[in-house]
């Protein structure tokens, strides 16, 4: 099936949110999620996944992907895909080109960059399918909803490419703002945007601080431990508990009550850590150590665990010192701004 436009004449540019867990992470792997259905509550935030396509000038196929200091060219052709190192680039573009470009790759530079290492917990590999799937989208004229392409990025990344996972992070990357998204057996998936009070978010916003903590980590192993546990039924009663927190924490998110979501956090983080091995290390606890020596009063690392980022909440009046004492700990802590919008594409 082709569209009227697979090649370019000027750059088109897509960009796309990264996302923090607040609750219910985990839940959204299979098996538990096709036996018992998961729960996540996430927001998106001021950190970006972007993919440009263009035409190349040399007749071949390029990606390009600066933040990872990394490029390589290929003939327009399928098979020659098989040699790509940039994996989601190629994922894309080869599902891309079959399902509606009648198979045909053509001549396109494609470039991408995150603003967040790769493994940093925020969904940053699932966010940069989404917007290589959203540019091509565009290129291609393709008549995809939000949840076609989410559920689109989802199956590039986990089917095509087999690359072990959950599903929250292509729907949070696509749609973007605060979401309660519920996941069924049969990829069933319903986004549930919640409809906050401004002055709630702006609390929360003024209440969150995030720390990378200079660790970029694969989540390969936690999530296949994970997954083992769940089909050995070992770790049941730890999702059981994140499931139900995720419940819990939309209805504190929606009612304001920060101090509540607090509590919520560290019960989470809690039954995480019961889940897999390795999702917290020393430098996470101590990390986390000093942020509650300093005022946090919730906090748990977001995605898989391992490394990455952490999330703590914190009363506005104590933030700058959290931050502070975390980066003199070692970390590269900050603020952070949430964000209404999920996956969007332009003509540059």
């Known amino acids: 099936m082709a569209f009227d436009a697979p090649f370019p004449t000027a750059t088109i540019r897509a960009r796309v949110p990264l996302r923090l867990g607040l609750a219910g992470g985990g839940t959204d792997l299979s098996p538990y999620c096709d036996e018992f259905g998961g729960a996540v509550l996430n927001t998106t935030i001021d950190r970006y996944a972007y993919a440009f396509i263009e035409p190349s000038d040399d007749g071949r196929l390029h990606f390009v992907a600066p933040d990872l200091e990394r490029s390589e060219s290929f003939e327009p052709d399928d098979a020659a895909l098989d040699d790509a190192t940039l994996a989601l680039h190629a994922g894309v ?10 198979g045909r790759i053509l ?6 960059f995150v603003d967040a290492p790769a493994g940093s917990g925020l969904g940053s ?18 008549p995809l909803g939000p949840y076609d392409i989410a559920h689109l990025a989802f199956e590039i990344e986990r089917i095509d490419l087999g690359l072990a996972g959950g599903k929250q992070d292509q729907y949070a990357a696509t749609f973007g703002g605060t979401n309660f998204i519920e996941f069924m057996a049969g990829d069933r998936v319903i986004v549930n945007p919640l409809r906050i009070a401004p002055a709630v978010l702006n609390e929360l916003e003024t209440s969150m601080v995030i ?3 200079g660790v970029s980590r694969k989540s390969e192993q936690i999530i296949g431990e994970q997954q083992r546990g769940m089909t050995a039924g070992g770790n049941y009663d730890s999702l059981h508990q994140l499931k139900s927190d995720a419940i819990e924490m ?12 607090s509590d919520i956090l560290n019960r989470s983080w809690l039954a995480k850590k019961r889940t897999a091995s390795g999702i917290s290390t ?25 490394g990455g980022f952490m999330m703590f909440l914190v009363p506005p009046a104590r933030r700058t010192s959290v931050i502070r004492a975390l980066n003199a700990a070692g970390g590269t802590a900050s603020g952070v701004h949430l964000t209404p919008d999920g996956a969007e594409s332009w003509i540059a």
């Open 93 to 102: 573009t080869r599902r891309m080109a079959r399902q509606f470009n009648d």
């Open 107 to 112: 001549p396109w530079r494609i470039t991408s």
């Open 125 to 142: 590999s699932s966010a940069l399918v989404v917007a290589l799937v959203e540019a091509f989208t565009t290129l291609l004229s393709v």
């Open 211 to 213: 720390c990378f903590t």
């Open 250 to 261: 939309k209805e504190a998110l929606l009612r304001g009550q920060i101090a509540r979501m």
């Open 282 to 306: 020393d430098l996470i606890e101590s990390l986390h150590d000093v942020a509650f020596a300093h005022g946090a009063t919730g906090g748990k690392v977001s995605g898989a665990g391992g």
